[in-house]
């Protein structure tokens, strides 16, 4: 029940090229053509049938409506998590985060693949960009369509998806943004290849390329650039991930890929270093219900992580992009938990966010950009040194400290709960060298689970 919305978008898959025709969709016979297109580009052959539908805007809106609300996602709810999301410089103040998402993505989107579901959704009024001649607007359907079966064939072959249909409270953004990176990418490669004629990995920066023009259009220029990069990342460093992938070893190392995805968007973002060096993020432990019962006065709202991608991303808005490039490389987990204040007209939020990095260094280039960061962000003058420092003035008021290979950052704390707050949070910290031994167990346990799984889902075919 507590979970960002950028979840929920998680829980479809966005095409976004250019518009869509009014009424133009495909027939069975071409759906059929369509997904024999798909098994020639993949090699792959579809296990079940994939129903593809059409919905109206406004359909699709109270479509997106449901699904947020399925996730716990209500009016109320959003307006707690984009004050988290302000407190992190994400939105501006008072951002009405509920009415932007569902704009955003209604106005965005042509076409959806439904993972609860697993049918096809095509916007069959979506509007069609001016000047686009008829021949051009049925490529953009038929691929469209192509890219979402794409997404079905991943999805009936390799599982991938389970991890964005677990409950809300057993996902993490960081792993689902990785998840959802590798899925995108697949779809999209296989889209452009489609519409180009040749494999799209041998054109270089067509992610990027495709993104840009993306963010031109009204709907998505419309809102605050964190939200633009959680719809488009997906597609821009998913797209270059699976192009690595495909030149390294062509689809079997996509498809190995999508057997054992990427856990973070770390590994997305380093292929090489962390993906295949299988450096797999710390779990980090916030007890929200012993923090609730030291913290009358304030009632916890959600926790989740911010991961490389949005470590960085909230560096870069405060301190040069170099430096927020280097502090938030060498990330090796993280996790937020945001407490609010108790009582109708009281507008107090405490943010606890704590990092783990993988060396000394990393940790010591975060710590300095986090206080740098909040020095700017709130105009705090302050010579203070040490590997604790309380940042404040009017404007707001901040704790960070280091220890070990963590950084611990306390946000919008009264000055009387500090040292319980901390001494609470670092009473679930264990040193790394520990945590790393967990870490290789909890992956032997996941992947005995998964194979156990898998022997389930074998047995199910066979009764069919
Ligand atoms: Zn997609």
Redesign the pocket.
């Known amino acids: 029940m507590k979970k960002t919305l950028i979840l929920t978008l998680f829980a479809i898959?966005?095409?976004l090229l250019f518009g869509f025709l009014t009424g133009l969709l495909a027939d069975d016979d071409k759906i059929e053509s369509l997904k024999k297109e798909v098994e020639k580009l993949r090699g792959l052959k579809f296990k079940k049938d994939v129903p593809v539908k059409n919905m109206k805007k406004k359909e699709f809106r109270e479509f997106l409506i449901k699904l947020m609300h399925e996730d716990g996602i209500t009016k109320e709810k959003a307006r707690d998590i984009a004050r988290i999301g302000v407190k992190f410089g994400f939105y501006p103040e008072s951002f009405d985060l509920y009415n932007a998402t569902l704009n955003l993505i209604s106005g965005a989107v042509q076409g959806f693949y439904d993972f609860k579901s697993k049918q096809i959704f095509m916007i069959s009024d979506a509007e069609l960009p001016a000047n686009l001649p008829k021949a051009m607007a049925q490529v953009e359907i038929d691929s469209t369509i192509l890219?979402e079966l794409n997404?079905a064939l991943d999805d009936q072959l390799f599982n991938i998806a389970d991890y964005l249909r677990k409950d809300p409270d057993d996902r993490k953004a960081d792993r689902a943004m990785a998840v959802m990176a590798i899925l995108?990418g697949s779809?999209l490669d296989a889209q452009l290849t489609w519409v180009l004629g040749q494999p799209s990995h041998l054109i270089p920066g067509l992610g990027k390329m495709i993104c840009d023009g993306q963010k031109k259009r009204p709907a998505i220029s419309a809102v605050p650039e964190a939200m633009q990069i959680e719809l488009l990342w997906r597609y821009e460093g998913g797209i270059d991930f699976v192009h690595r992938l495909l030149k390294k070893g062509g689809q079997k190392e996509l498809e190995k890929a999508l057997k054992d995805p990427p856990v973070s968007t770390e590994q997305v973002l380093h292929i090489d270093e962390k993906y295949y060096k299988e450096d797999e993020p710390i779990e980090i432990k916030i007890d929200e219900k012993k923090l609730g019962e030291l913290l009358p006065e304030w009632e916890f709202v959600q926790k989740d992580n911010l991961g490389e991608l949005f470590t960085d991303f909230f560096l870069k808005q405060y301190v040069d992009e170099k430096k927020a490039t280097e502090a938030s490389e060498g990330w090796d987990g993280d996790l937020y938990a945001a407490f609010k204040e108790k009582g109708e007209k009281k507008k107090g939020m405490i943010l606890i966010w704590l990092t783990v990095w993988d060396s000394e260094k990393d940790r010591n280039e975060f710590f300095n950009a986090y206080k740098q960061a909040v020095m700017q962000k709130c105009e705090i003058k302050s010579e203070a040194e040490g590997d604790s420092v309380t940042l404040k003035n009017d404007k707001g008021i901040f704790h960070v400290e280091r220890k070990g290979h963590y950084v611990l950052c306390i946000d919008g704390f009264p000055d009387k709960l500090l040292d319980t707050i901390k001494k609470q949070v670092w009473s679930n910290v264990k040193e790394k060298s520990e945590d790393k031994g967990e870490k290789e167990s909890d992956k032997k346990e996941e992947n005995e689970k998964k194979d156990e799984g898998e022997k389930e889902d074998e047995g199910g075919e066979d009764e069919k």
Request: glycine share 0%; aromatic share 0%; no cysteine.
């Open positions: 898959s966005v095409v890219h997404h995108e779809a």
